[in-house]
């Protein structure tokens, strides 16, 4: 079982950046596919950025050219990234860091087997 821990959440104004992090406790998880999803207030949890074991990289429509996922498998210990630039409100949610069961991109929630517990992102107008 790995545990994720998320932090980097906060308040930003629209137009500004942050960067998400999520450190992994437990077990390596190079080789598995990681995850960022997110949960707004009364919304369903959606997909945001996947990446592969080889670090090939997907993401949803709403965020493509302004989000980043990137991994860092250094000293077997991983950690994996989101930069976020260019924020706006309809950004703002709770962010959570999944870890797949596999190597390869998958993007529904059920294909995640661990999940951190969360970061606010408030993106103000």
């Known amino acids: 079982q790995v545990r994720l821990v998320e932090s980097g959440g906060g308040l930003v104004q629209a137009g500004g950046s942050l960067r998400l992090s999520c450190a992994a406790f437990?077990?390596?998880?190079?080789?598995?596919?990681m995850a960022w999803f997110r949960q707004a207030p009364e919304k369903e949890r959606e997909f945001v950025a996947a990446i592969d074991w080889t670090s090939d990289t997907y993401y949803a429509d709403s965020v493509k050219g302004r989000f980043t996922i990137s991994r860092d498998n250094a000293n077997a210990k991983s950690t994996v990234y989101l930069q976020m630039n260019s924020l706006k409100p309809e950004d703002t949610a709770v962010y959570y860091c999944a870890a797949s069961r596999g190597k390869y991109i998958v993007t529904l929630t059920q294909d995640f087997g661990s999940w951190g517990q969360g970061t606010q992102v408030t993106v103000s107008s």
């Open positions: 437990g077990r390596t998880f190079s080789d598995l596919a």
